[in-house]
């Protein structure tokens, strides 16, 4: 790829992808799944230089970013997937899966994934992003704010809740760490005006209430109030 060409509008997805393997500088080259056929806008796309390749996946952010990246890029409506998300929401799923998650079970004890080098960094990405004005209000196509895809992701890593009996499970552990890096993103939504009472279409009831019990229910109180 050559400063000035155009980057393909999987470039976030690789980037996310990077965050939860085993970091490997990605593949720019990678061509849009939808092929010939994608008519997404790329006109808010900037070239990233070869060279970023090795500076890091954060750098390459970074450096995507202050190339003119559009924050709140959004794939268009004719693109072939039925579901479309706001780049920002693949920030918000990053920064959530690189919190410090655990599994605990009796085969192989506890295990935590992620550590805090990985958690605050991809947690600078969002900031930075909303900084730069991404919408935290902005909906997928099925209406899901950013808000709606923390509690989404965040509930694939917390303890697994029970809501017939109402109780937690014991397959993973609201520890200290995974307690600090996910009020520490859901505090970075809030402060760029996030709203706990939007009600998803699909849902029916608003995230506060779609997260009124359980562990990820502390969270909200303790950001929200």
């Known amino acids: 790829m050559r400063p000035g060409d155009h980057i393909s509008c999987t470039l976030w997805d690789i980037l996310i992808q990077q965050y939860m393997s085993n970091g490997n500088a990605p593949t720019l080259q990678r ?19 070869p060279e970023t390749t090795e500076t ?12 003119g990246a559009d924050v709140n890029f959004i794939e268009d409506e004719a693109c072939c997937n039925a579901w479309r998300t706001p780049v920002l929401h693949d920030a918000i799923n990053c920064a959530v899966m690189s919190c410090r998650w655990n599994k605990d079970d009796k ?22 992003m909303l900084d730069m004005g991404a919408d ?7 209406g899901n704010s950013g808000l709606n895809r923390f509690a989404l992701q965040a509930k694939q890593i917390l ?3 029970n809501y ?17 890096d996910l009020r520490s993103v859901l505090q970075a939504l809030k402060d760029a005006g996030a709203d ?18 359980g562990s990820i229910s502390i969270l909200f109180d303790e950001v929200f109030g």
């Open 31 to 49: 061509v849009c799944s939808c092929e010939e056929n994608c008519r997404r806008t790329y006109t808010d796309w900037t070239a990233v230089s």
């Open 56 to 67: 890091g996946v954060a750098d390459l952010f970074y450096t995507v970013l202050f190339n």
């Open 107 to 128: 085969y192989m004890g506890f295990r935590e994934f992620s550590t805090k080098e990985k958690s605050v960094e991809a947690l600078g990405v969002l900031k930075k």
């Open 136 to 142: 935290v209000k902005a909906l997928d196509s099925y």
């Open 159 to 161: 303890p697994s809740y």
């Open 164 to 180: 017939v009996e109402h109780r937690e499970g014991k397959d993973r552990i609201f520890t200290e760490e995974l307690h600090e």
């Open 196 to 213: 706990d009472s939007y009600k998803a279409p699909n849902l029916g009831y608003s995230v506060r209430e779609f997260c009124s019990e």
